[in-house]
């Protein structure tokens, strides 16, 4: 990721690693990143590696209302929205759930942002180019829904419900990857769904108010 090391986010206060942060081995990456340290910065970069799989498997499940032409353009645009987000980053969730978070809202932007160039041009055929007929309009607005509901969830819910949908893994994997048992793993998975058609059922109702 060319020039990432000449970057330079305001520094910030960060939250002290103590107990109550789950992930406290990333919250130290981050703040030795920040601070400039090299080995932390490759590190740091390597594990922003996934950005271009997050976002290309996204726009997959979406119909793909993004081109291929112009994905590239979009991992860069968020590689470097997460680079300046960084000194926001504490440690409540790992890192790549946080940037997974910042992946599914950047996709959104760029939609939206292409709709709205398409219909101030009055240019329809630039959305059959996206890919979105009314079908595929309403689909995504339904996965829009998803993405901000799911910005809802507490930290530890919104990971397993990532590792067991993004990364297909088992209860016993999700498990052994966050360090709980497969029962708490699966209790969390299960109050994270119903925490998320609580959401999704608020959202839709408001929508049919309108």
């Given at each position: 990721m060319p020039g990432f090391a000449k970057l330079r986010p305001h520094?910030?206060?960060?939250?002290?690693?103590?107990?109550?942060?789950?992930?406290?081995h990333d919250a130290e990456l981050v703040r030795r990143a920040l601070s400039g340290?090299?080995?932390?910065?490759?590190?740091?970069?390597e594990r922003m590696g996934c950005v271009p799989r997050i976002l290309a498997s996204r726009n997959a499940r979406m119909g793909s209302p993004?081109?291929?032409?112009?994905?590239?353009?979009?991992?860069q645009d968020t590689?470097?929205?997460?680079?300046?987000?960084?000194?926001?980053?504490?440690?409540?969730?790992s890192l790549e759930t946080w940037i997974y978070r910042i992946c599914c809202l950047e996709l959104m932007?760029?939609?939206r942002r292409k709709r709205r160039t398409g219909r101030e041009q009055?240019?329809?055929?630039?959305?059959?180019?996206?890919?979105?007929?009314?079908?595929?309009?309403?689909?995504?607005?339904?996965?829009?829904?998803?993405?901000?509901a799911m910005e809802r969830l507490p930290a530890s819910e919104l990971e397993i419900v990532r590792l067991?949908?993004?990364?297909?893994l088992t209860f016993e994997s999700v498990g052994g990857r966050l360090g709980i048992s497969e029962n708490?793993?699966?209790?969390?998975?299960?109050?994270?769904?119903?925490?998320?058609?609580?959401?999704?059922g608020a959202t839709r109702g408001q929508e049919v108010q309108r």
């Amino acid at each position: 990721m060319p020039g990432f090391a000449k970057l330079r986010p305001h520094p910030a206060t960060h939250t002290p690693l103590d107990q109550e942060l789950l992930h406290p081995h990333d919250a130290e990456l981050v703040r030795r990143a920040l601070s400039g340290h090299r080995k932390a910065i490759v590190e740091l970069v390597e594990r922003m590696g996934c950005v271009p799989r997050i976002l290309a498997s996204r726009n997959a499940r979406m119909g793909s209302p993004v081109r291929d032409h112009d994905l590239p353009d979009l991992v860069q645009d968020t590689l470097l929205v997460i680079w300046r987000k960084l000194p926001t980053f504490e440690g409540r969730s790992s890192l790549e759930t946080w940037i997974y978070r910042i992946c599914c809202l950047e996709l959104m932007n760029f939609v939206r942002r292409k709709r709205r160039t398409g219909r101030e041009q009055g240019r329809e055929e630039e959305l059959l180019e996206l890919g979105a007929p009314t079908t595929s309009l309403s689909n995504s607005q339904e996965y829009e829904d998803l993405y901000q509901a799911m910005e809802r969830l507490p930290a530890s819910e919104l990971e397993i419900v990532r590792l067991k949908h993004f990364d297909d893994l088992t209860f016993e994997s999700v498990g052994g990857r966050l360090g709980i048992s497969e029962n708490t793993a699966k209790t969390r998975y299960y109050r994270g769904l119903k925490r998320l058609n609580g959401f999704l059922g608020a959202t839709r109702g408001q929508e049919v108010q309108r």
